[in-house]
């Protein structure tokens, strides 16, 4: 029997127990999962069921199954209690070694806040990502926005654009196609498959005019890695690689940076993108959106890129044990 679902509670005083809950209502006839956190930061009048062990969660049960974590404070919706930030970390670290462990098939985290974090626990880490590659022994990794129209990955992320191009290195971009190739592979079912690699420069350089790394290095690049038997294109004017038709040519785009990259996934799938993690020994999946404090605690939060990410954790898990 396949091992359940772990979602993680994320920030309480955000959206994340609210998608959560409502993310179970959808799917909790089908699909086993648990929450991991405190019961009391869980929408009022929500059914739930402690249980004491992962494989104790079933599809089917009348509430959601809680492994209960608790918490220094209550929760204030839109109102981070910097007593809640070391909960938050420790119930991240208790779902990595829970699914590390076999006792979870894949982990779906709900949004944390990077600010309540360090304020309440001094967290290091710049975000949930790099948290998670400590958290498996300090393995590369990278972001993939994924939805049933697109699958994007940047190279580089959270940096100003003026720092792009001294970031983007011909090791980080090789790692970043390897990763993904990997992944597109193992976890996603794809037998041989077709990525798409965006240049940097407007018209992917245009012969040196608008710019010179195409022609200096990532050109060259893409050339080796397809001569080992990659199936790569590109490097690509990102501006024609993101309609319909080309979309259709490949099963992963690479992009440079971060605007490149979500500005297409967003515009055609806004509530359906997941965040996916490439390069961890498990299968690690999240909404993509924060922790909207603005509408916390109104039960008006969209739970839709919850229910995806979930869904897509267990499709991916499933492939992943192929």
Known sequence: MTAPIAITCGEPSGIG?????????????????FWIGDPRHLPKGARFDEITRPQDARAGAGALPVLPHVFAGAATPGRPDPRN???????IARAVDLVQSGHASALCTAPIHKKALVDGAGFAYPG??????????DV?????LASDRLRVVPATIHIALDQVATRLTPHLLEQTIILTDRALRNQFGIQAPRIAV???????????QMGTQEGLWITGLIDRMRQDGLDLQGPLPADTMFHAA????????????????????????????????????????????G???????????????????LQMAADMAKKAQR
């Open 140 to 144: 590369p990794v990278v972001m993939m």
């Open 128 to 137: 949930h990502t790099e948290y998670l590659a400590a958290l498996a022994g």
């Open 198 to 208: 965006a240049g940097l420069n407007p018209h992917a350089g245009e012969g040196g």
């Open 246 to 289: 080309a979309r259709r040519r490949y099963d992963a785009a690479i992009a440079m940076y971060h605007d490149q990259a979500l500005i297409p996934i967003k515009t055609l799938d806004f509530d359906r993108g997941v965040n996916v993690t490439l390069g961890l020994p498990f299968v690690r999946t999240s909404p993509d959106h």
């Open 17 to 33: 127990p609210e998608i959560a809950y409502r993310a179970w209502q959808k799917l909790g006839e089908t699909m086993a999962l």
């Open 291 to 309: 922790t909207a404090f603005d509408i916390a605690g109104q039960g008006i939060a969209n739970p839709t890129s919850m229910i995806c990410a």
């Open 85 to 91: 930030a070391q909960g938050v970390i420790d119930v």
